[in-house]
């Protein structure tokens, strides 16, 4: 019969030889498996100007008042009088802008007075109607912002054309370098489309005292948008075969 030492020695002998023939197997493995030969990795892209569709305009109103309470009062009620006079258009959207109300110092740090702001943002695909909404509205409230933008439904159907492109672009070139390299056909092992658009367009900026909140404006803003770039890009890797 083996003794404790004995039986403890054998023991971790074969734990020993287990280990080595486990990392053996697992060194074999993988130089059992190379990494493929004939993978080329590849990116093709399609833009295009697409005409941006939907204009913003902001509008404000600023005022200075002894306390905050009775300013907030006049600031709501100008927004408020704002959004029901665009609710009667149709065609453009009104909503709630930012609104603010702080503290005006004086040389010795103590508050003098105080001043707020409040804003209402038109948002149309109605260039016309909105411009001449925002002329109206100016003899209440100042134009701070218009911007220029590519609705979502727009930027889709153009990234749904320019995707077709991108990938025929992305075939061709597989299929060149897979001659050009001496192979006669490809197959694709992994692909990745995305998408990609440019950010809004700011074309009129007026700060606060650029124009009295009581001055009416003579006719509509002349509204011109301009385009965005859409861009398809395709990238991936393909398997080229003999």
Request: no cysteine; proline share 4%; hydrophobic share 45%.
């Amino acid at each position: 019969m083996m003794n404790k030492k004995t039986a403890a020695a054998l023991a971790l002998a074969m734990s020993s030889a287990a280990l080595t023939f486990s990392a053996t197997a697992v060194a074999q493995t993988v130089i059992a498996s190379p990494q493929p030969s004939g993978v080329l990795s590849l990116s093709a892209q399609a833009s295009a100007q697409v005409p941006q569709d939907v204009v913003t305009i902001t509008l404000f109103y600023e005022q200075e008042a002894a306390d905050p309470s009775s300013l907030t009062t006049t600031l709501n009620q100008r927004a408020e009088a704002a959004l029901r006079e665009a609710k009667g258009v149709d065609g453009v959207t009104a909503k709630s802008g930012a609104f603010s109300v702080y503290p005006s110092t004086d040389r010795d740090g103590k508050i003098s007075a105080w001043r707020g702001r409040t804003e209402v943002v038109l948002e149309s695909h109605d260039f016309a109607a909105a411009s001449k909404l925002a002329g109206k509205m100016s003899s209440s409230m100042q134009v701070g912002n218009v911007t220029f933008s590519l609705s979502p439904e727009a930027q889709r159907a153009a990234a749904q054309k320019l995707s077709t492109q991108a990938i025929d672009s992305f075939r061709k070139q597989a299929q060149a370098a897979s001659q050009a390299f001496g192979y006669g056909s490809f197959t694709i092992r992994e692909v990745n489309v995305g998408q990609s658009g440019a950010a809004p367009r700011p074309v009129m900026m007026m700060q606060a005292r650029g124009m009295s909140a009581d001055a009416k404006m003579a006719a509509p803003m002349a509204l011109e948008a301009g385009t965005t770039t859409v861009t398809v890009d395709v990238s991936g890797s393909v398997q080229m075969g003999r």
